[in-house]
């Protein structure tokens, strides 16, 4: 493949990248303060990738070109190249960890031990551009050779993306993650286009596809956090009512066995005077301190989601009713708890109604959303407090 198509395809990778970037940006600005700061890894990987292929596309043209200081410019243009593949990956490890497990906590355990080997590449690759050569050379005619050891950032990268797939399927197996199950399936096989752009490249000196591969996988990426943004309450960052209807469309359907599927229709009680005494903007943070709640309380894989203005769902399977009267009791636990902290002006109360299914059972989700709001009304009438 000559040098032209390479440039041709970077600039088109790069053309990809940055549309992305601009219409991905606009969603993680307007909601940057729910979900959108969980996904700064992922712009981070959209500018790392254009900045790699944007070094490739560099790197070509310098090569062979012979003028005051175009050698230095080449050596530098390599360095920073190879040592942004470290990064990249290393970015993905963390990205992949962050959407795991919900936040930043376990990314921050790991973060110094993950780093190791990308400052590694970065030394290596300086030393190769300006002292030693380690990865490659760049000869007096200012022509790139690499050596026999360039497969060094192609072993750092697969290591970082078999680890992150190994993750991935702990995560799944062990049922540890908040992901929906089609984002997990899209994180696992995310390395496998850049790996074989690596393999290829590995194999035939002079085609360059690797990065193009990895913006593949970002475009897979980006259209499943698209799609999740139209399930996504973007106020309080749990799913809408599309998607509560959708989950439970699905779990009523595949029910078998001894389980008991269960939903919670959940209130805000008193929501009005919240707004009306202390103004809407603390009414939006009294829905997300109970969309809080309600992730800090029930099971990971359970479904939480806003449904109305200050009507909240809450759904699961447990074996027995006792299991799930004691997610019930959980949840107003945890809200005695937060009243008796007194870290805001008002009372948080929350009228909860429940109602069951069986796998020998026959009830439209119709059904099973009247019995609950009978019980949730029936639960209502405590005074806001002071």
Same mark, same amino acid.
């Given at each position: 493949?000559?040098?032209?198509?390479?440039?041709?395809?970077?600039?088109?990778?790069?053309?990809?990248?940055?549309?992305?970037?601009?219409?991905?940006?606009?969603?993680?600005?307007?909601?940057?303060?729910?979900?959108?700061?969980?996904?700064?890894?992922?712009?981070?990987?959209?500018?790392?990738?254009?900045?790699?292929?944007?070094?490739?596309?560099?790197?070509?043209?310098?090569?062979?070109?012979?003028?005051?200081?175009?050698?230095?410019?080449?050596?530098?243009?390599?360095?920073?190249?190879?040592?942004?593949?470290?990064?990249?990956?290393?970015?993905?490890?963390?990205?992949?960890?962050?959407?795991?497990?919900?936040?930043?906590?376990?990314?921050?355990?790991?973060?110094?031990?993950?780093?190791?080997?990308?400052?590694?590449?970065?030394?290596?690759?300086?030393?190769?551009?300006?002292?030693?050569?380690?990865?490659?050379?760049?000869?007096?005619?200012?022509?790139?050779?690499?050596?026999?050891?360039?497969?060094?950032?192609?072993?750092?990268?697969?290591?970082?993306?078999?680890?992150?797939?190994?993750?991935?399927?702990?995560?799944?197996?062990?049922?540890?993650?908040?992901?929906?199950?089609?984002?997990?399936?899209?994180?696992?096989?995310?390395?496998?286009?850049?790996?074989?752009?690596?393999?290829?490249?590995?194999?035939?000196?002079?085609?360059?596809?690797?990065?193009?591969?990895?913006?593949?996988?970002?475009?897979?990426?980006?259209?499943?956090?698209?799609?999740?943004?139209?399930?996504?309450?973007?106020? !309080?960052?749990?799913?809408?009512? %599309?998607?509560?209807?959708?989950? $439970?469309?699905?779990?009523?359907? *595949?029910?078998? /066995? #001894?389980?008991?599927?269960?939903?919670?229709?959940?209130?805000?009680?008193?929501?009005?005077?919240?707004?009306?005494?202390?103004?809407?903007?603390?009414?939006?943070?009294?829905?997300?301190?109970?969309?809080?709640?309600?992730?800090?309380?029930?099971?990971?894989?359970?479904?939480?989601?806003?449904?109305?203005?200050?009507?909240?769902?809450?759904?699961?399977?447990?074996?027995?009713?006792?299991?799930?009267?004691?997610?019930?009791?959980?949840?107003?636990?945890?809200?005695?708890?937060?009243?008796?902290?007194?870290?805001?002006?008002?009372?948080?109360?929350?009228?909860?109604?429940?109602?069951?299914?069986?796998?020998?059972?026959?009830? !439209?989700?119709?059904?099973?959303? %009247?019995?609950?709001?009978?019980? $949730?009304?029936?639960?209502?009438? *405590?005074?806001? /407090? #002071?």
């Amino acid at each position: 493949m000559s040098y032209i198509m390479n440039l041709v395809m970077n600039a088109t990778s790069i053309a990809v990248l940055v549309l992305i970037l601009f219409n991905f940006g606009q969603y993680h600005y307007n909601i940057r303060r729910t979900k959108g700061r969980n996904n700064q890894l992922f712009i981070s990987m959209i500018l790392t990738n254009i900045s790699l292929l944007a070094l490739d596309s560099i790197t070509w043209i310098l090569n062979g070109l012979t003028f005051p200081g175009a050698r230095f410019l080449h050596g530098l243009s390599m360095a920073v190249y190879y040592s942004l593949q470290g990064v990249m990956s290393f970015i993905w490890l963390l990205y992949v960890e962050q959407k795991l497990y919900g936040g930043p906590r376990h990314v921050r355990r790991h973060f110094l031990w993950f780093a190791l080997p990308v400052v590694a590449l970065i030394v290596i690759s300086v030393s190769s551009s300006f002292f030693k050569p380690m990865l490659y050379w760049i000869d007096e005619k200012n022509l790139y050779h690499r050596t026999s050891y360039f497969w060094v950032p192609l072993l750092l990268t697969g290591a970082y993306a078999v680890y992150s797939m190994a993750m991935v399927i702990y995560a799944h197996k062990k049922s540890i993650s908040v992901l929906p199950q089609p984002l997990m399936r899209f994180l696992f096989a995310y390395p496998f286009p850049p790996l074989f752009g690596a393999l290829i490249q590995w194999m035939f000196y002079g085609v360059s596809i690797i990065w193009t591969g990895s913006v593949i996988s970002l475009l897979i990426i980006y259209i499943n956090l698209q799609n999740d943004k139209v399930t996504t309450d973007a106020l !309080t960052g749990i799913s809408n009512r %599309r998607s509560y209807e959708s989950y $439970m469309s699905r779990r009523m359907s *595949t029910l078998r /066995g #001894d389980g008991i599927l269960f939903l919670f229709m959940i209130d805000v009680d008193h929501f009005k005077q919240i707004n009306d005494r202390w103004g809407h903007n603390v009414g939006d943070e009294a829905l997300k301190q109970t969309a809080e709640l309600l992730k800090g309380t029930v099971s990971r894989n359970d479904f939480i989601g806003r449904v109305g203005g200050d009507e909240f769902v809450v759904c699961g399977e447990r074996d027995k009713i006792a299991d799930i009267e004691q997610v019930l009791v959980g949840i107003y636990q945890a809200v005695d708890r937060f009243n008796d902290d007194r870290l805001v002006p008002y009372r948080l109360q929350l009228s909860i109604g429940c109602s069951t299914l069986r796998s020998d059972e026959n009830k !439209t989700l119709m059904q099973m959303q %009247r019995e609950a709001d009978h019980t $949730m009304y029936a639960a209502k009438g *405590t005074p806001l /407090g #002071d």
